[in-house]
């Protein structure tokens, strides 16, 4: 089997073994209530807070409908909150709480230290080249998906 299959399976499993990784290193530093699914959230809200649902979507890269129920949990985690718009009710902002605020930055320094941990022995060239490559693929794909749906 040629690389080009073999590329899925091992992009599958860097995802999967980051996210296990992450798990562990959030709960030996105490943030067990923040899961991985959370982070990209969390810190998106950290430097710009009340986004709309959409906005927020956008900047993570996730669809509305896997926002909502990621907002729900981080909400049912005291992390967030959905806030009315003032100038559309029908929309709304989604707020970080207190506690949010709160661990966001310990979230940042562990993830921080975390990826230092997993990029060990690669270098900043190899670490650009690796970044570069993803970026182009998930492009491809996404644009792919948009070509498909376009035809009838």
Not at 15 to 38: C, I
Not at 81 to 108: H, K, L, W, Y
Request: aromatic content about 6%.
């Amino acid at each position: 089997m040629g690389v080009e299959y073999q590329m899925g399976f091992f992009l599958n499993r860097a995802s999967w073994a980051m996210s296990r990784y992450l798990k562990s290193h959030l709960r030996a530093h105490g943030l067990k209530e923040v899961s991985v699914g959370f982070i990209g959230v969390l810190l998106a809200l950290a430097q710009r807070d009340g986004l709309r649902l959409t906005e927020l979507g956008q900047t993570v890269s996730l669809e509305k409908s896997t926002m909502t129920g990621l907002i729900d949990r981080m909400e049912r985690a005291r992390l967030v909150r959905r806030r009315s718009s003032p100038n559309d009710r029908r929309a709304f902002r989604i707020c970080m709480t207190e506690r949010g605020r709160m661990i966001a930055p310990e979230v940042q320094r562990v993830l921080k230290q975390a990826y230092r941990e997993l990029t060990r022995g690669m270098n900043a060239e190899e670490l650009e080249q690796v970044r570069a490559s993803l970026v182009q693929l998930i492009r491809n794909a996404y644009r792919r998906e948009r070509s498909r749906r376009k035809k009838p």
